[in-house]
C-alpha cells in the first residue's frame, strides 16, 4: 500500500489550501483516515481525523478553519485549510488504517508528507 499526499505550497496568511492524499495497492477497506503536521523542531501533531463512517474530530487549533473529508471510492482523504496562519507552517503527513485484501491484515500506513508554508 502507497499513500501519496499532494497540494502543498507556498501561501500568504489568510490563503487557502487544498490537501490530498491518495492511497493505492490491494486494499479491501480504510477505517481512520488522519493528518497530521510537523513544524520544524516540534513533535508530530494530529490535525485532523476522520472515520469510515464520517465522523470528524479536530485539533482545537484548527478547528473552524480546516475541513477534512473523505471519498471512498478513490480511497481519498483531503484537508481543506482556510484562513491560514504562519504557525500553520510544517510537513503535512497523512495516515490511514488499512485492512488489505490479502492477507486480511490491518495496519497503519503512513505518506511521505507535504510541505505547507504560510508567509506572513
Known amino acids: 500500500v502507497q499513500l501519496v499526499e499532494s497540494g502543498g505550497g507556498l501561501v500568504q496568511a489568510g490563503g487557502s489550501l487544498r490537501l490530498s492524499c491518495a492511497a493505492s495497492?490491494?486494499?479491501?477497506?480504510?477505517?481512520?483516515m488522519t493528518w497530521y503536521r510537523q513544524a520544524p523542531g516540534k513533535q508530530r501533531e494530529l490535525v485532523a481525523d476522520i472515520t469510515s463512517g464520517g465522523s470528524t474530530n479536530y485539533a482545537d487549533s484548527v478547528d473552524g478553519r480546516f475541513t477534512i473529508s473523505r471519498d471512498n471510492a478513490k480511497n481519498t482523504v483531503y484537508l481543506e485549510m482556510n484562513s491560514l496562519k504562519p504557525e500553520d507552517t510544517g510537513t503535512y503527513y497523512c495516515?490511514?488504517?488499512?485492512?488489505?485484501?490479502?492477507?486480511?491484515?490491518?495496519?497503519?500506513?503512513w505518506g511521505l508528507g507535504t510541505q505547507v508554508t504560510v508567509s506572513s
Open positions: 495516515k490511514m488504517v488499512v485492512r488489505l485484501r490479502f492477507p486480511s491484515t490491518t495496519s497503519d500506513y
Open positions: 495497492g490491494s486494499i479491501a477497506s480504510i477505517n481512520t
